[in-house]
Every structure is written in structure tokens, then in C-alpha cells.
């Protein structure tokens, strides 16, 4: 791997919780598919379980340390030893990851479409759960997980990622061109109704809403709103010391500050200052109580 590829690296020692996570970016050619990675080793003292919220992108993370588990938003709970991989769908509701305190493993960050591409399968399949990788890819997923395992050092880890993607991504079949101009306006044009969206493409509103959910696991609307969560999500992380509510509602699309704090609280389970006092570092997710 080339080590320009490393976006940045944190490490954390408070002496109660240590950390270390570098941000690597993708190689050139998976740069339309995946977003990057992130590489992470952590100790925590001060809790074992955290909260994890739903977001507009997939997931897809391979244990490389202690055991650990994770429960869906549907509640149902995956347990992985080292080696092993998970990936989740769009999540409407939160979803928990458990541990003895101690964590390992690379996390792929990359579209619902690319995850849809790679497993194979309508992203509703797999919506507000978390699955196994080897359940739906063989034998391969397990190659992977042990080769990652069995790696020596953060560069080879990196490259045996490379190399996967690009076997299982390279040659697939692309989302269709309707499907993408879709996927795109939804994302970038919050302002266009859904059915004008629909009309554009030469779409019936219920044709485009079962080619959105098979590309993301949700409908339109779903998508928009979770779309919207994750703009806020990232711009409180930005204001973290003292953020203006009203104003972080306004620049993520809210109607106004209680519509906001309405829908924060169906997705996460708490208001925003609750979310903002059990947030921990770099994306980490929530401390659960």
C-alpha cells in the first residue's frame, strides 16, 4: 500500500480508554466504490457496549481481535471470533456493538449500492439487520478474514482489502443508469419532490420506490430522512463545543429545531445534547448507558 494513502492516524491514551485508528484512503480504481478504510485498535476501561446509529451507508467490518458481538436494529444478535466479518444493511433503528473491552479490525466504508454490488443480493434483504459476510459469500469470506488475521502489519492488511474489492467489485455489473441518476438526485437535490424525480426518469412512484429499496434497503423517503440524519450527525461532530441548534437543524434540511430533535430522537433514542454527551472520538459511536 502506498503510505499516502494514510488520510491521518489518532491515537488516545487517557490512562481509562486508548485508541489507535488511522483513516486510509482507496486506491485509485475502487475510488467510485468505497469511500476508504479504517484500521482501529482500541482498549476500553470505562464501557463495553456502544451504540451505533443508523446512517445512509453500508457496512462492513472484519473482527481482527477479542471476540465480539453485534445486535441489529431487528434485535437480533451476531457473534464473531477474529477473522470474522460482518456487514448491515440501512438501519432505521440503532444497532449495538458489545466487547470484553478490547477491539481490533478494519472497517470498509462504502455506499449501500457498492455493498449491493458486492453481496449480490436487494439491499431490503438486509435491511436493520446485521449479517455474517461468509453466510452470504462462501468460502471466500472466510479466506479473507483468515488471511487478514494472519497479516503482519497494517500495509498488508490494507492490500488484501485492496485485492478482495477489486476481485469481487471489477466486472460486476453496474446499478443501471436510472437507478444511479435516482440514487444521485435523491442524495443531491433535497429539494425536488419524489414523484417529479420519478416523472423525470420515465418512472412510476411505486416503480422507483422498489428500485431505491433494492439499492439501499429503503424507500425514497426513508433514504432522504437517513440522508438528513447523517448531514446533522456529521456537522454536531464539526460544532461539538458549543453547538446552535436551530442553526445545525436549518443547515441539515430540518424544517426547524423541534422537527429536528423529533426525528433525532426516533433514530438514536435520545435528544441531541443526550447523543452529543455520550459521543465518543472520531466516529466512534455512542457510550451506552
Known amino acids: 500500500m502506498d503510505h499516502r494513502r494514510c488520510l491521518h492516524e489518532t491515537i488516545h ?3 481509562v480508554n486508548a485508541w489507535t485508528m488511522a483513516r486510509i484512503a482507496p486506491p485509485a480504481d475502487l475510488g467510485g466504490l468505497i469511500h476508504g478504510y479504517s484500521d482501529y485498535r482500541e ?3 470505562g464501557f463495553t457496549t456502544r451504540r451505533e446509529l443508523p446512517h445512509a451507508e453500508g457496512v462492513f467490518i472484519v473482527n481482527l481481535g477479542d471476540p465480539i458481538s453485534i445486535t441489529g436494529g431487528n434485535g437480533e444478535r451476531l457473534r464473531l471470533k477474529a477473522g470474522e466479518a ?5 438501519h432505521l433503528r440503532p444497532a449495538l456493538s458489545h466487547s470484553a473491552g478490547s477491539q481490533a479490525g478494519i472497517h470498509v466504508f462504502l ?4 455493498l449491493r454490488l458486492l453481496l449480490g443480493m436487494p439491499m431490503h434483504e438486509i435491511a436493520d439487520r446485521v449479517v455474517r459476510l461468509d453466510a452470504i459469500l462462501g468460502r471466500a469470506a472466510g479466506e479473507l478474514g483468515d ?3 494472519a497479516a503482519d502489519g497494517r500495509d498488508r492488511r490494507i492490500g488484501l482489502l485492496d485485492d478482495a474489492l477489486r476481485r469481487h467489485l471489477h ?7 436510472q437507478q444511479h441518476h435516482a440514487l444521485r438526485l435523491l442524495r443531491a437535490r433535497p429539494d425536488l419532490d419524489i414523484s417529479a424525480i420519478a416523472a423525470e426518469i420515465g418512472w412510476s412512484r411505486k ?4 428500485r431505491v429499496r433494492d439499492a439501499v434497503g429503503v424507500g425514497p423517503r426513508a433514504f432522504r ?3 438528513r440524519f447523517q448531514t446533522l450527525t456529521g456537522l454536531i461532530a464539526l460544532e461539538a463545543d458549543r453547538p446552535d441548534w436551530a442553526g445545525l437543524a436549518a443547515e441539515a434540511g430540518y424544517f426547524d429545531q423541534s422537527h429536528m430533535i423529533r426525528e433525532f430522537r426516533e433514530f438514536s433514542g435520545l435528544s441531541p445534547t443526550a447523543y452529543l454527551a455520550r459521543s465518543l472520538p472520531e466516529g466512534g459511536g455512542l457510550v451506552e448507558a
Open 13 to 15: 491514551d487517557d490512562g
Open 43 to 45: 482498549h476500553t476501561a
Open 86 to 90: 460482518f456487514v448491515a444493511g440501512a
Open 111 to 114: 455506499p449501500l449500492a457498492t
Open 147 to 149: 488471511a487478514l488475521a
Open 171 to 177: 466486472g460486476v455489473e453496474p446499478a443501471d443508469g
Open 207 to 210: 416503480h422507483m420506490a422498489d
Open 225 to 227: 430522512r437517513l440522508l
